[in-house]
Nanobody, 120 residues
Framework: QVQLVESGGGSVQPGGSLTLSCAAS????????MGWYRQAPGKQRELAAD???????TYADSVAGRFTISRDNAKNTVILQMNSLKPEDTAVYYC??????????????WGQGTQVTVSS
């Protein structure tokens, strides 16, 4: 019923930048919180950043000041701009949305994940 498609991952040198995008499609009435989580090898999945319908944002301490999350409600898309990347940012990044379907029910959806590798 709902699909989240991520794009923009890849490999970059320390200090570089990447932009991740996640587009939601399907039987969507509205999307409340849109977020990006990440999971490094051997570690638990953690919140990197999220953004509410009103535009309020939350950032993990480790990415604050380097990452910027934004959303385009008309396109059901969330963007994560990542600057000054560090090797410790290496992880699989997943988008995560709370979506209200057209029948009124709310579900939590995950994207398939996109790899970000920061290495010299």
């Amino acid at each position: 019923q709902v699909q989240l498609v991520e794009s923009g991952g890849g490999s970059v040198q320390p200090g570089g930048s990447l932009t991740l995008s996640c587009a939601a499609s399907g039987n969507i009435l509205s999307i409340t919180t849109m977020g990006w989580y990440r999971q490094a090898p051997g570690k638990q999945r953690e919140l990197a950043a999220d953004i509410t319908t009103s535009g309020a944002t939350t950032y993990a301490d480790s990415v604050a000041g380097r990452f910027t999350i934004s959303r385009d409600n008309a396109k059901n898309t969330v963007i994560l701009q990542m600057n000054s990347l560090k090797p410790e940012d290496t992880a699989v990044y997943y988008c995560n949305h709370y979506i209200r379907l057209r029948d009124g029910t709310v579900y939590n959806y995950w994207g398939q994940g996109t790899q970000v590798t920061v290495s010299s």
